[in-house]
């Protein structure tokens, strides 16, 4: 089911597959516009919650928009809000017309409903505004998660109905958790709102692997052909080749530069702990043919030292190398699929490829740990 498309945006198309790499607060961590200009990456995300908090509305609108305040003039696609609800469930209330936040900074009331998330996101003006829905845990009870499908559904109607900024695009998202009857009446519904694309959510919230999986493929088939399909916060790398081949064309995950900054790097054998001791006189790049400027410029062994010592540039260059990893993965699957030997490339991807053990420990809770950060929560 692996397929080519072309998702056309106001600031230009984006060729899809393709990975979004995440700027929650307006940054993709530990690394400038020019350098992901360079590793070729087309669009990236923000998230509505966390930048209403951290700038707030007011200074982003001041200086004319989300794109200028971060100097990206490429596509944007904006998270509404709707993953904070199952990731901050200590410090929220739901309620029938959405959700009452306490902020995780200072404690602040923060209210967060259909036409709140898409003003924001107005304001904000990005590309693709995605509607806001409710996110449950994957082992919600039944009547929880028909609770949730049901919310999903009546916010994204009033989400579709709210004013958008100049050509901005807008995402419906179906919710269902592995239920075959949830996810068809929550797909159903959600299509037939007609949106410009559609997420499939509800993953990435702590299930294994087996359940994201059928998550996305009792989704797939209620889904239309001729619209943008997106996994919302996967995946890795093996993951992401899995799920093209179950017809999914966009993906996003903090994974790249969260590990990068454990000292882990993607490898298209695995990944591994650049911090042990195996690399302290390896004078060879983190992956042999790599493009990336890590690769080309240092050896194992340097940043190896840089990291130990807690040297910043140590964490920068293993997040430049695993999101160029991230970007030139996504290139291969395209031209796989353009030349006809995608089953080829994903057998022997999936054959070469072991994920460390640090990597699948931190799959299960690494989005929930980005919104719960060290600061004091002041309620």
């Known amino acids: ?11 230009g198309a984006i060729e899809t597959p393709a990975f979004m790499p995440v700027g929650t607060q307006g940054t993709v961590k530990a690394l400038d516009p020019r ?15 966390h930048l209403v908090i951290r700038p707030g ?3 982003i609108k001041a200086a004319g928009g989300l794109h200028k305040f971060i100097s990206w003039n490429l596509p944007i696609l904006t998270d ?32 967060l409903g259909p036409k709140e998330a898409m003003e924001i996101q107005r304001c904000l003006g990005s590309d693709i505004a995605m509607v806001f829905d409710e996110c449950p845990p994957h082992d919600a009870p039944l009547k929880d998660q028909r609770l949730a499908v049901e919310r999903t ?18 995402f419906g998202i179906v919710q269902g958790g592995c239920n075959p009857e949830l996810r068809e009446h929550c797909a159903k519904k959600i299509v037939s709102l007609d949106f410009d694309g559609y997420a499939i959510g509800g993953v990435s919230v702590g299930e294994p692997e087996p359940e994201m999986f059928r998550a996305v493929e009792l989704t797939i088939p209620y889904l239309p052909e001729a619209k943008p399909r997106y996994a919302m916060g996967l995946g890795t790398p093996a993951q992401i080749v899995e799920l093209v081949a179950r017809g999914v064309d966009m ?38 043919n790599c493009g ?21 540039l140590g964490l920068r260059l293993v997040s430049i190398h695993n999101s160029h990893f991230y970007m030139q993965l996504m290139v291969d699957i395209r031209k796989s699929i353009q030349n006809g030997t995608f089953a ?15 990597v699948l420990a931190q799959r299960k809770a690494y989005r929930i740990e980005s919104d719960l950060t060290n600061e004091k929560i002041n309620l």
């Open 251 to 288: 993906f996003d995950c903090v994974l790249p530069t969260r590990i990068a900054r454990n000292g882990t790097a993607f490898t298209r054998h695995g990944s591994f702990a650049i911090k042990g001791g195996a690399c302290k006189s390896e004078f060879k790049p983190i992956e042999e």
């Open 57 to 59: 509305l007011d200074i």
């Open 292 to 312: 990336c400027y890590a690769c080309k410029n240092f050896s194992r062994a340097y940043i190896r030292h840089l990291l130990n010592v807690k040297e910043i």
């Open 344 to 358: 080829e490339f994903r057998r022997e991807f999936i054959a070469n490829y072991v994920p460390s053990r640090r």
């Open 1 to 11: 089911m692996a397929r080519l498309g072309r998702l056309h945006t106001e600031r």
């Open 80 to 111: 509404s809000g709707g993953y904070q609800v199952f990731s901050l469930a200590k410090i929220r209330k739901v309620k029938a017309h959405g959700v009452e936040f306490r902020s995780h900074i200072d404690g602040a009331a923060l209210f």
């Open 35 to 49: 350098e992901l200009l360079e590793m070729g990456v087309q669009i990236i995300l923000g998230n509505t919650y």
């Open 153 to 170: 559904i009546r916010w994204a109607a009033e989400c579709r109905e709210q004013p958008r900024s100049p050509g901005q695009l807008a």
